[in-house]
T-cell receptor
Framework: DTEVTQTPKHLVMGMTNKKSLKCEQH?????MYWYKQKAKKPPELMFV???????INESVPSRFSPECPNSSLLNLHLHALQPEDSALYLC?????????????FGPGTRLTVT | AQKITQTQPGMFVQEKEAVTLDCTYD???????LFWYKQPSSGEMIFLIYQGSYDEQNATEGRYSLNFQKARKSANLVISASQLGDSAMYFC??????????????FGSGTQLTVLP
């Protein structure tokens, strides 16, 4: 099973709302990633969790708050977002370590901030 | 720092013909990996093919092959017998230096491929 699932598929939220994105994988991967992608652009890395610990935060604003409750789950909590945060949010997972393991991506959540 | 360059923002190919998508890279690492991903309009990033820097043979996966020329630092994707379902954005990516025990992908800017009937 090489599936990464993400919920919801679409999300519309106001600038004062609090919402969460959820990502789940059951491939036994111990590294999980959040990316932000604007239309016609490559994904931009936001956060990396390795063995349930935050290992990379690419200077993401604090209105985005990641959480890794266990090795299969990754959440992204959203609060007080701006319209420019509207984008496709992709989750991915892989095996960490020295091997060049491919990252498996979920289908993404299309976020619109009004 | 790692850098991936895709110089073709858009490409057109006739159905059933072969097409080559260009990718060049820059890295100071001796050991690295190169990937190609396909992203249809639905948004999901689909892993297509991987090439390790020490692999002597070019990688192949079904209709996809990777033309790896290490001295030129190029890793072009060749799609044979194009199908209408191949229409999508294609990203070349590289595994960069490990940070802790997690690896980071550096993406190129992408090539939008359109297959014509």
């Amino acid at each position: 099973d090489t599936e990464v699932t993400q919920t919801p598929k679409h999300l519309v939220m106001g600038m004062t709302n609090k919402k969460s994105l959820k990502c789940e994988q059951h491939m036994g991967h111990r590294a999980m990633y959040w990316y932000k992608q604007k239309a016609k652009k490559p994904p931009e890395l936001m956060f990396v969790y390795s063995y349930e610990k935050l290992s990379i935060n690419e200077s993401v604003p604090s209105r985005f708050s990641p959480e890794c409750p266990n090795s299969s789950l990754l959440n992204l909590h959203l609060h007080a977002l701006q319209p420019e945060d509207s984008a496709l949010y992709l989750c991915a997972s892989s095996n960490p370590g020295e091997g060049a393991y491919e990252q498996y991506f979920g289908p993404g959540t299309r976020l619109t901030v009004t | 720092a790692q850098k991936i360059t895709q110089t073709q923002p858009g490409m057109f190919v006739q159905e059933k013909e072969a097409v080559t998508l260009d990718c060049t890279y820059d890295t100071s690492d001796q050991s690295y990996g190169l990937f190609w991903y396909k992203q249809p309009s639905s948004g999901e990033m689909i892993f297509l093919i991987y090439q390790g820097s020490y692999d002597e043979q070019n990688a192949t996966e079904g209709r996809y092959s990777l033309n790896f020329q290490k001295a030129r630092k190029s890793a072009n994707l060749v799609i044979s017998a194009s199908q209408l379902g191949d229409s999508a954005m294609y990203f070349c990516a590289m595994i960069s230096r490990p940070s802790g025990s997690a690896r980071q992908l550096t993406f190129g800017s992408g090539t939008q491929l359109t297959v014509l009937p």
